[in-house]
């Protein structure tokens, strides 16, 4: 062989290992995906690792811009944040009167996370047909209760309610 050839033989073997040593490889395009026997190449936080679904792939152990999962302004969120509560039990305290022109409910959150709840009572007369409405939401720590009062609107239909009628569970708003 000539001194060029072992020169060029050389470059290349040294190239390979240097590639090597960097993480890259001689396999096809990114992200591997497909069957394709993985890929190859540097790893930027930024690149899109998975463009055959359209989705978004972030290296957070790469990115020195975050210090932990959901940290930050453009992460994904922790994973708490991103889960809303079940349903919360509802309970009715004490249905309105002229004395207290409001609804007094207690609302449940049995869930692990925290969240505000829609609460809706109907004002009823004696003959069981709806007068009036009501409806706030509330914040409930998780595992929490909170007491709230649902006033009526219509103020001269207070002396007619006989009944409050409410579902024992309130979505999450």
Partial sequence: MTSRGKTLRLAAV??????ALTGFSTGRGHGGGSGDGGGGGCSSSSQNHDSSS???HRDYDDDDDYDDYGSGSGGSG???ASMSPDAATVTLVDCASEETPYATVEVANTDT????FS???AFKDAAGE???SGTEEVFV???GTTP???????AESVPLIEECALDSYAPAA
């Fill in 14 to 19: 040294s190239t390979l290992v240097v590639l």
């Fill in 119 to 121: 609460v809706t009572v």
């Fill in 148 to 154: 709230v009062r649902i006033p009526v609107n219509d």
């Fill in 141 to 143: 720590p998780a595992g």
């Fill in 78 to 80: 922790g994973t708490e």
């Fill in 54 to 56: 359209g989705g978004s």
């Fill in 113 to 116: 996370v925290d969240g505000t």
């Fill in 130 to 132: 709806e007068l009036d």
